[in-house]
């Protein structure tokens, strides 16, 4: 007889009431993985975050990298999210089809957009995903008792708000049925406000903490993308739920850099002697 499997929990179940209270009430803290290892990817989703986001839109992530990350994870309490390259209803598909249970979809700029991005979701009648859980990693091959009739229970559709146009849409997208959350991006949202590279600037700040108060008016979780710790504290402060505080990328690029700034910069030791050759 096959094992009869329970999937992992999705982004949604970091934000009951019991998940909530096992943090002591702080947002849940996660990092993109942008460099496609498996082995990064172990690395990080054991290092006690709780969520990791494989990002699928800027960096070279495909279905087959998704998967061996996926499965890279799998062995450890980590909630796996994947942001997927574009509101695609096939993309959409794939990666769910491949195990993905939360899916940030980027650039959702209307109530329109985010009710596409829930048919993508869903298998009829409430939406349009194809069927193919026999043939699926996300059901386990059919080893998920009652896979179809609960796989609306079992993702979480994260759609992201990120453009001058979406903030002005912010209360209607999230009040989209079937939407579980909303991750603003500052830095495109800052690009399309005329301020590009500048997402720490007031205008960019107070747009993110009005896209904040509406998503909470409209009783879903929210997030934001903040790498500088007082940045990430303030957005919390104002109520964000989850706060992606870093990137597997970056921290290995200013650690390198630290490095070579020690060893080989103005820094550097001094002392030239070295050791015999061996």
Not at 6 to 15: A, G, N, R, T, Y
Not at 135 to 151: H, M, V
Not at 189 to 194: F, I, N, P, R, V
Request: proline share 6%.
């Amino acid at each position: 007889m096959p094992i009869r499997l329970e999937p992992q929990p999705s982004l949604k179940d970091l934000f009951t009431t019991p998940a909530r209270a096992g943090r002591n009430g702080r947002p849940a803290a996660g990092m993109f993985v942008s460099s496609g290892d498996p082995s990064t990817t172990e690395i990080c989703a054991s290092a006690g975050l709780d969520y990791l986001l494989l990002d699928g839109e800027h960096a070279p992530l495909g279905l087959e990298t998704v998967q061996s990350q996926l499965r890279a994870m799998a062995g450890y309490p980590v909630v796996p999210v994947v942001r997927v390259p574009s509101l695609d209803t096939v993309l959409v598909k794939q990666f769910l089809d491949l195990g993905a249970q939360s899916l940030v979809i980027p650039m959702v700029d209307s109530a329109a957009d985010a009710e596409a991005a829930v048919r993508a979701m869903h298998y009829p009648p409430h939406g349009v995903r194809g069927v193919g859980s026999a043939l699926a990693r996300s059901a386990r091959w059919n080893r998920i008792p009652d896979y179809l009739n609960r796989a609306a229970d079992l993702v979480t559709l994260v759609v992201q708000v990120e453009s001058a146009a979406a903030v002005g849409n912010a209360g209607q997208i999230a009040a989209v049925e079937g939407v579980d959350g909303i991750f603003i991006g500052p830095s495109d949202l800052a690009a399309s406000m005329g301020l590009l590279g500048q997402q720490d600037h007031p205008d960019v700040v107070a747009a993110v903490k009005t896209v904040i108060d509406q998503v909470k008016a409209a009783g879903k979780f929210v997030g934001v993308n903040a790498f500088a710790a007082d940045r990430a504290r303030d957005y919390a402060a104002a109520g964000a739920d989850f706060v992606n505080v870093g990137a597997d990328v970056a921290l290995l690029a200013r650690a390198t850099e630290a490095l070579a700034d020690t060893w080989c910069g103005t820094t550097a030791p001094t002392d030239h002697h070295t050791a015999s050759p061996r």
